[in-house]
């Protein structure tokens, strides 16, 4: 008795296969959905000093694992500035690319807020 459903669950899956008609289309919607979900973040630019590249720090508040105390956590991103655009200060939207250096995988999509 136990065979007979393991061999019921296992002919849904077979049926399955006819799904897989039109392989182009199925592939151009899987890289549609993963283009879609690279990363955005809003940081201030801390560093300017390369030739098209800025340094992008984001500050977050994490909570202690045992006293529950909230305190600041700083990452540094280094990120592509194709134009030129961002100076020291500014607030910036960066989004995950591709690796362009060693240290080198954001690019500055926008200035969000000049500094004063």
């Known amino acids: 008795m136990a065979e007979n459903e393991i061999i019921e669950s296992e002919a849904p899956v077979s049926?399955?296969?006819p799904s897989e008609a039109a392989p182009s289309e199925a592939a151009g919607n899987?890289?549609?959905?993963?283009r879609g979900r690279r990363k955005e973040r809003v940081g201030k630019v801390v560093s300017d000093?390369?030739?098209?590249t800025?340094?992008?720090?984001?500050?977050?508040?994490v909570p202690h694992p045992l006293y529950k105390k909230y305190f600041?956590?700083?990452?540094?991103?280094?990120?592509?500035?194709e134009?030129?655009?961002?100076?020291?200060?500014?607030?910036?939207?960066?989004?995950?690319?591709?690796?362009?250096?060693?240290?080198?995988r954001w690019?500055?999509?926008?200035?969000?807020?000049?500094?004063?």
Request: proline share 2%; net charge positive.
């Open 49 to 52: 000093k390369m030739q098209k």
């Open 107 to 116: 690019r500055v999509i926008e200035v969000l807020e000049r500094a004063k």
């Open 72 to 81: 600041k956590k700083t990452t540094k991103f280094v990120a592509h500035d």
């Open 15 to 17: 049926e399955a296969a």
């Open 83 to 104: 134009k030129g655009d961002a100076k020291t200060g500014d607030t910036v939207r960066i989004m995950e690319t591709r690796p362009l250096s060693k240290t080198k």
């Open 30 to 34: 899987a890289a549609l959905a993963v």
């Open 54 to 61: 800025v340094i992008v720090s984001l500050t977050r508040q």
